[in-house]
């Protein structure tokens, strides 16, 4: 059977149509809202668990959305931690800073990898506060849990603290305690000012939203804040699909 020419008969047309629509119908019907399970699935098949860090550098609006960009971070969520005030809230946060908890695949990338990140997406020598932002919650902190990332994160403060000859670095390094998640109106902050990436997710209910890596990867597109090459292919995709007239953006 050939679709060009006279060999097809209206019917099988007919027949095709039908089952194309039915298809698409389908396809559509289940695509309405798409529950972000791919992060599920990785960490399921994959033997070795999650780890998770956590660091403090200015704005957790800014924050979460520096590090959910990158590849390996599976999750990310704003709140409160480094201080010792019990519930903290937003404008009551007591001693706490400003921080983002990152929960990632130690095989895709490492704690080293992060404090990498973490030093060149703030200005670790400003004094309680990134730009505009002034204030003891936007301290500059590593959080570390056990021998070996206190090393390297004192490895790097070394680092750092040599390549900033003439000024202090202000960063503090303790060791990761409780951390306390921010309101859900400060999850996913950016990817939130933002109703047409959310539209494109399929509107997800905020608890899917705070655990959806794509979510988390948006959240940084949304921010700018990823690097110029992922902006670049998720600008790409957004594209395709608006030229497609398909609606759910399912992975990036
Ligand atoms: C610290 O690391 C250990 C071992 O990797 C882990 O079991 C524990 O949950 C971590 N603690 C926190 C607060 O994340």
């Given at each position: 059977m050939t679709f060009s020419g006279r060999h097809v008969s209206l019917p099988y047309l007919r027949i095709i149509y039908s089952v194309v629509l039915i298809i698409l119908t389908a396809e559509k019907a289940v695509s309405?809202?798409?529950?972000?399970?791919?992060?599920?699935?990785?960490?399921?098949?994959?033997?070795?668990?999650?780890?998770?860090?956590?660091?403090?550098?200015?704005?957790?609006?800014?924050?979460?959305?520096?590090?959910?960009?990158?590849?390996?971070v599976v999750r990310t969520t704003a709140g409160y931690a480094g201080g010792s005030k019990a519930n903290p809230e937003y404008r009551s946060w007591?001693?706490?800073?400003?921080?983002?908890?990152?929960?990632?695949?130690?095989?895709?990338?490492?704690?080293?990898?992060?404090?990498?990140?973490?030093?060149?997406?703030?200005?670790?020598?400003?004094?309680?506060?990134?730009?505009?932002?002034?204030?003891?919650?936007?301290?500059?902190?590593?959080?570390?849990?056990?021998?070996?990332?206190?090393?390297?994160?004192?490895?790097?403060?070394?680092?750092?603290?040599?390549?900033?000859?003439?000024?202090?670095?202000?960063?503090?390094?303790?060791?990761?305690?409780?951390?306390?998640?921010?309101e859900p109106e400060h999850q996913k902050f950016e990817l939130k000012r933002n109703p047409f990436l959310l539209q494109l997710m399929g509107n997800l209910p905020e608890d899917e939203l705070e655990k959806s890596t794509l979510a988390a990867k948006l959240n940084g597109f949304?921010?700018?804040?990823?690097?110029?090459?992922v902006q670049q292919q998720i600008n790409a995709r957004i594209e395709e699909i608006i030229r497609k007239g398909w609606p759910i953006l399912r992975e990036v």
């Open positions: 309405i809202r798409f529950p972000d399970q791919i992060s599920e699935n990785v960490k399921a098949s994959s033997n070795q668990p999650l780890k998770t860090a956590v660091f403090a550098l200015g704005s957790f609006w800014r924050s979460e959305a520096v590090f959910g960009c990158l590849d390996g007591g001693d706490h800073a400003e921080s983002v908890q990152i929960e990632y695949n130690p095989r895709l990338i490492t704690f080293r990898q992060l404090l990498e990140v973490f030093w060149s997406s703030h200005d670790s020598r400003q004094v309680f506060g990134q730009g505009p932002d002034v204030g003891n919650q936007y301290r500059s902190i590593i959080f570390t849990n056990g021998t070996e990332e206190l090393r390297l994160a004192a490895v790097s403060k070394d680092r750092e603290q040599t390549a900033s000859k003439s000024s202090i670095v202000t960063t503090q390094i303790q060791q990761l305690g409780k951390f306390c998640p921010a949304a921010a700018e804040l990823c690097p110029p090459k």
